[in-house]
């Protein structure tokens, strides 16, 4: 088995940019294989999880957005990670992603996750660094866990230049639309770049591993982040799965071939492949 390298923010070139026309071509790619994937998924009993860090503003909600766009909302779920409440503090931190992991047959996207342990809480001094620290093999043990159950895990980190996050905090507050967006934390959240900068390279480091490897998204464009990501997810989710159409069972043919007035020939084509 080829070693895994664990990837660095330095390795993300951030002047890689997507023209228009490709950017919506690709799209369309992306979101039909998405459906087809949620198909195999929901047939297969299959389960995926996506998991969203990177700077504020980076473009994560913005990437979430155009994978709804592709997906039946029965069987895809996004989950918006804030500051855990009581419940949560008083328990094991691990508890409350626990409980929102997807059953067979769905996927679910953490905007925000488990990561928070190393990063916010190690950043703001929220968790002793004996626990924040001990975090890293106990999330490696988790995600070994989900995989064994059969649950695939792509992690993604969108990475973006001080700069460019600035351009995009200047946009929300014009924008009326985008202005509620912008909270006081963005800009408390830029005091601490370089520490932060620190614990995600420490993070990706200790928790990309072979079996669910950190990717981190060269973002300062949002069209090439976007292709990036998703083509990230398709790419991990589509791996040896089937995506060709489900076969119809016998009785569901024979209900159709008596009630719809179809081809017989389609129906028998149908048929052939069920057999």
Not at 33 to 52: E, N, S, T, W, Y
Not at 144 to 149: A, E, G, Q
Not at 217 to 238: D, H, Q, T
Request: hydrophobic share 40%; net charge positive.
């Amino acid at each position: 088995m080829a070693r895994h390298h664990p990837p660095k923010l330095s390795d993300a070139d951030l002047s890689q940019r997507l023209a228009k026309h490709d950017y919506y071509d690709q799209l369309a790619d992306l979101q039909a294989q998405l459906a087809r994937i949620q198909q195999a998924f929901l047939f297969h009993d299959l389960k995926g999880v996506i998991v969203f860090e990177g700077w504020d503003a980076a473009g994560k909600g913005g990437t979430i957005r155009r994978i709804s766009q592709a997906l039946d909302p029965r069987s895809f779920k996004v989950w918006p990670i804030g500051a855990p409440r009581n419940y949560y503090l008083n328990r094991h931190y691990l508890l409350r992603f626990w409980e929102r992991l997807p059953p067979s047959g769905a996927i679910s996207a953490f905007d925000r996750s488990w990561y928070g342990r190393v990063l916010v809480e190690r950043i703001e001094n929220l968790t002793p660094k004996n626990r924040w620290r001990a975090a890293y093999q106990e999330i490696n043990d988790f995600e070994r866990m989900l995989v064994d159950d059969g649950t695939r895990i792509v992690k993604l980190y969108f990475h973006i230049s001080p700069e460019e996050q600035m351009k995009r905090f200047t946009e929300r507050l014009t924008n009326p639309l985008k202005r509620w967006k912008l909270t006081y934390e963005d800009f408390r959240n830029r005091e601490k770049w370089e520490a932060a900068e620190v614990a995600v390279d420490e993070m990706l480091a200790r928790t990309s591993t072979g079996i669910a490897p950190w990717h981190v998204i060269p973002a300062n464009n949002k069209k090439y982040g976007r292709i990036n990501a998703m083509s990230a997810v398709v790419k991990a989710f589509s791996k040896d799965v089937d995506l060709n159409p489900q076969h119809l069972d016998t009785r569901t043919l024979d209900a159709a071939c008596e009630a719809l007035d179809l081809d017989q020939s389609l129906i028998n084509s149908l048929r052939a492949r069920t057999e």
